[in-house]
C-alpha cells in the first residue's frame, strides 16, 4: 500500500515537472483581424493586449505567484516596470523574501527578447487567401516556436468602373495661356478621401 502511494506521488511530481518545463503557446493571444477591399486587404493586430498576456504569461513561467504577476502588471500599465530595470526600488521592495526573484526577473526578461513573430503575407490580401502566423524561439525558451494558419475573409468587394463612365462625369480641364497650359486633374472621392483620376510618375503634363 505504501509503496503504491510512493508510485502515485513519484507520477504527479514527475508530470508537474514535465508541465512546468512545457513552454507556452501564445498564437492564440494575437488577435488578427482583417481590413480594406478584396485584393488590396491588409492585417491589423491587437500588439497593445498581446503585449500585455504575453508579459504575464512569461512572468507566470517564470516562476512568479499572481500577486508579484500582478503587481508587475500594474507598474507595467504606469511605465514604472521594465523587466531589465534590476535596479527600481518597486522592484527591490516585491523581491523581499523571494531570494530568485531577480534570476526569475532574468529569465523573463531573456524569453521576451529573443522571441520573435511574424506573418508571411500583410498586404494585397484577397478572401480566402491563407496567412500564416510564425513565432520563433531559441531552444530552451519559455515560449513555444509554433505557426498557426489564418484565412483572410471579411475584406469588402471592390468595384470595376469603365474609364469612358468616369471621364463622363470627372471630365479634365485646361487652364492657363497658349503654349503654357496645364491640366487640371479631376478628383473622385472613394472612402471620404479624394484621390487624383489619374497619377503620373513625374510632372503633370504642363506648357500645352
Known amino acids: ?3 503504491c502511494a510512493v508510485i502515485i506521488l513519484a507520477v504527479i511530481i514527475g508530470l508537474l515537472v514535465h508541465h512546468s518545463k512545457k513552454p507556452i503557446s501564445v498564437v ?4 488578427v483581424e482583417f481590413t480594406g477591399y478584396d485584393g488590396y486587404g491588409t492585417i491589423k493586430t491587437n500588439d497593445k493586449d498581446f503585449a500585455i498576456a ?3 504569461k512569461v512572468l507566470k513561467k517564470a516562476g512568479f505567484n499572481k500577486k508579484q504577476v500582478a503587481t ?3 507598474m507595467a500599465a504606469q511605465g514604472d516596470f521594465d523587466v531589465d530595470d534590476t535596479e527600481s526600488g518597486q522592484l527591490y521592495f ?3 523574501g523571494d531570494k530568485k526573484f531577480y534570476q526569475k526577473l532574468q529569465l523573463a526578461a531573456n524569453t521576451l527578447e529573443s522571441f520573435d513573430y511574424k506573418f508571411d503575407k500583410t498586404e494585397n490580401l484577397k478572401n480566402g487567401d491563407k496567412v500564416v502566423l510564425t513565432v520563433t524561439a531559441p531552444a530552451g525558451s519559455l515560449i513555444k516556436s509554433e505557426k498557426k494558419t489564418f484565412t483572410v475573409k471579411g475584406l469588402k468587394p ?13 471630365k479634365l480641364t485646361f487652364s492657363g495661356f497658349n503654349g503654357y497650359g496645364v491640366v487640371n ?3 473622385v472621392k472613394v472612402d471620404n478621401n479624394e484621390i487624383n483620376l489619374f497619377e503620373f510618375d513625374g510632372d503633370v503634363p504642363h506648357d500645352l
Do not use: G, R, V
Not at 28 to 31: E, P
Not at 158 to 170: A, S, V, W
Open 54 to 56: 504575453l508579459t504575464s
Open 72 to 74: 508587475m502588471q500594474s
Open 185 to 187: 486633374i479631376p478628383k
Open 28 to 31: 492564440n493571444d494575437l488577435k
Open 158 to 170: 471592390t468595384t470595376k468602373i469603365k474609364l469612358d463612365d468616369l471621364m463622363k462625369e470627372n
Open 1 to 3: 500500500m505504501i509503496l
Open 94 to 96: 516585491l523581491a523581499q
